[in-house]
T-cell receptor, first 114, second 114 residues
Framework: DTAVSQTPKYLVTQMGNDKSIKCEQNLGHDTMYWYKQDSKKFLKIMFSYNNKELIINETVPNRFSPKSPDKAHLNLHINSLELGDSAVYFC?????????????FGPGTRLTVL | AQSVTQPDIHITVSEGASLELRCNYSYGATPYLFWYVQSPGQGLQLLLKYFSGDTLVQGIKGFEAEFKRSQSSFNLRKPSVHWSDAAEYFCAVGAMEYGNKLVFGAGTILRVKS
């Protein structure tokens, strides 16, 4: 019974391509997040949605576009992929937008751009 | 803005020995503080969190952490390390004033030798 799932787990693609990563949570949470973990394991938030509404939008290139069709799903679409986009992308969810809430993380998607 | 420093990139301890992982934060008021653990190839799992009250908090897997306001620290401890504790540990700080974002430290890799 996976709480936060992501697909695919691995993604290898060429520069310039467009790709999407999907995330689903079955915890009934209102808030979902996308994080990027770079090669040095530094974890940084990219976006957060609360009940399908964008509430956090960090300084991320506009090639990255999150989409939340419903509160259980948060997808990440990346246009014109660049070498620097190679990283592990984590989806997470929490009960609501309060910072005091535990965030539950998915297993990550390792994106490699060649 | 809040920030988190984990001064030790790697720590190696013998199985059965005690462990302390350091975390210092920068924030004016009392922040929300978290410790997460990441096993290889996995997402992050919450070990424990501090919001207010008793400054010594207990978490899962026998971990505890102590909030020291005077030192702006939230160090993670375990009295006796097991080989299965080998992982990467992340300290994080959150604050409502900064948009309910979690800011993560760079992580500390724990190696356990038998």
């Amino acid at each position: 019974d996976t709480a936060v799932s992501q697909t695919p787990k691995y993604l290898v693609t060429q520069m310039g391509n467009d790709k999407s990563i999907k995330c689903e949570q079955n915890l009934g949470h209102d808030t979902m997040y996308w994080y990027k973990q770079d090669s040095k394991k530094f974890l940084k938030i990219m976006f957060s949605y609360n009940n399908k509404e964008l509430i956090i939008n960090e300084t991320v290139p506009n090639r990255f576009s999150p989409k939340s069709p419903d509160k259980a799903h948060l997808n990440l679409h990346i246009n014109s992929l660049e070498l620097g986009d190679s990283a592990v992308y984590f989806c997470a969810s929490s009960r609501d937008r309060g910072t005091y809430n535990e965030q539950f993380f998915g297993p990550g998607t390792r994106l490699t751009v060649l | 803005a809040q920030s988190v420093t984990q001064p030790d990139i790697h720590i190696t301890v013998s199985e059965g020995a005690s462990l302390e992982l350091r975390c210092n934060y920068s924030y004016g008021a009392t922040p929300y503080l978290f410790w997460y653990v990441q096993s290889p190839g996995q997402g992050l799992q919450l070990l424990l969190k501090y919001f207010s009250g008793d400054t010594l908090v207990q978490g899962i897997k026998g971990f505890e952490a102590e909030f020291k306001r005077s030192q702006s620290s939230f160090n993670l401890r375990k009295p006796s390390v097991h080989w299965s504790d080998a992982a990467e540990y992340f300290c994080a700080v959150g604050a409502m004033e900064y948009g309910n974002k979690l800011v993560f430290g760079a992580g500390t890799i724990l190696r356990v030798k038998s």
